[in-house]
């Protein structure tokens, strides 16, 4: 299918994305769409006439073919939903872009993808967990850092992402012929050598300030997990965690002091239940079950001998299986629950096993089981 299909339709007034996904799901073919009747378009797609009329008379195809001459020139992705290499998490949100525009070297479907936002005003708190939690990440495979080019804890997770070798992407709220802010022009020049900027914007659109709403759904829908770094109670930041929870996708926050503007949002969050409290890499990996730290290799050791025979069947089933959740447990012991949750709860006291969300428990380290 012809690439000016798609980006037509995003240029049609009274169209946005589930509008256009609502076409698409349909059915129709988008080359079909555009030869239809107004008559056509109202009975086969059930939009009203004003859109009908607005299809039908294709004054918005010049400035089409003019983007498909700008983005050839210069090298530009354009993906559309149907697109494989569209990316596959945002793909899943309902009002997800038709169609994003893509300049980079880094694929937008990595294994791990994490959205950092936060405050334009970051303090020196902000600012040292955001060197951190990416320092701690240091040459992690597959691991792929969004923010928004914004002030603040965009640019600095932007920046610390390339200083620890991690690809990062900065999602625009406006076209790819400009860079805003212009002070951001040299970082985002040296993200495209290791990562790439993302918008769903033509060019010449302006970074008007109702687009950046609509960029904060695409941080939040791309990313498996939105990280909040620091951030007042009104902003963007929580504008991005609040679509993150829409979709489904979990948040994470850093605690701040009570007494400061610029941890009340991330506090809120947390109280609010609105994102899982973290104070570092280790906390994200064990809510994400992740492992993004290089782990060396650890000694095999011996469980004690003061472990219960029960103790040791139990922790060599999770073993073998790296990890079970509680049901399987019970269908593979047969015990009672009452019975299995006190001998979980001892292993765990003992730091034998993790309790993972979702009621799945995993070993710890390298540890091997002694026989009897």
């Given at each position: ?86 990316p ?48 701690a ?13 914004a ?46 900027l ?6 010449n ?25 620091e ?48 104070r ?45 959740e ?20 001892e ?26």
């Amino acid at each position: 299918m012809k690439l000016i299909y798609p980006i037509a339709l995003t240029q049609i007034k009274g169209i946005g994305p589930r509008t256009a996904r609502n076409i698409i799901d349909q059915g129709h073919s988008l080359a079909d769409v555009f030869t239809y009747s107004k008559r056509e378009l109202m009975q086969l797609l059930g939009v009203r006439e004003s859109i009908a009329e607005a299809i039908y008379n294709k004054s918005y195809m010049p400035a089409c073919e003019k983007e498909l001459a700008f983005i050839e020139k210069h090298q530009i992705q354009a993906l559309w939903l149907e697109d494989e290499n569209y990316p596959d998490r945002l793909r899943q949100c309902e009002d997800a872009p038709l169609v994003v525009y893509y300049k980079g070297n880094q694929p937008l479907n990595s294994s791990k993808i994490i959205s950092i936002v936060g405050t334009r005003h970051a303090t020196h708190y902000g600012q040292k967990i955001c060197e951190d939690l990416l320092d701690a990440m240091n040459g992690s495979k597959d691991t792929l850092i969004v923010s928004g080019l914004a002030y603040g804890i965009d640019a600095l997770a932007h920046r610390n992402a390339l200083k620890n070798n991690l690809p990062t992407i900065a999602v625009l709220g406006h076209g790819l012929d400009r860079i805003y802010p212009a002070s951001h022009r040299e970082l985002a020049a040296k993200m495209l050598d290791h990562g790439g900027l993302l918008t769903e914007f033509t060019s010449n659109t302006l970074p008007e300030r109702g687009n950046f709403p609509m960029r904060n759904r695409i941080i939040a829908g791309i990313a498996d997990v939105t990280i909040v770094v620091e951030a007042a109670i009104k902003g963007g930041a929580l504008i991005t965690a609040e679509l993150a929870n829409s979709y489904n996708r979990d948040v994470c926050a850093f605690p701040g002091s009570i007494y400061e503007k610029s941890s009340e949002g991330t506090n809120y969050l947390i109280k609010t239940n609105r994102a899982h409290m973290i104070r570092g890499l280790q906390d994200l990996e064990y809510l994400m079950n992740w492992e993004i730290t290089k782990k060396t290799a650890e000694p095999q050791l011996s469980l004690p001998l003061t472990l219960t025979k029960d103790q040791q069947l139990l922790f060599t089933l999770i073993q073998q299986k790296g990890q079970l959740e509680l049901d399987e447990l019970i269908e593979l012991t047969k015990w009672p629950q009452s019975k299995l949750a006190l001998i979980l709860l001892e292993l765990e006291m003992q730091s034998f096993i993790h309790a993972l969300p979702g009621k799945r428990y995993k070993t710890v380290g390298m540890v091997e089981a002694q026989k009897n």
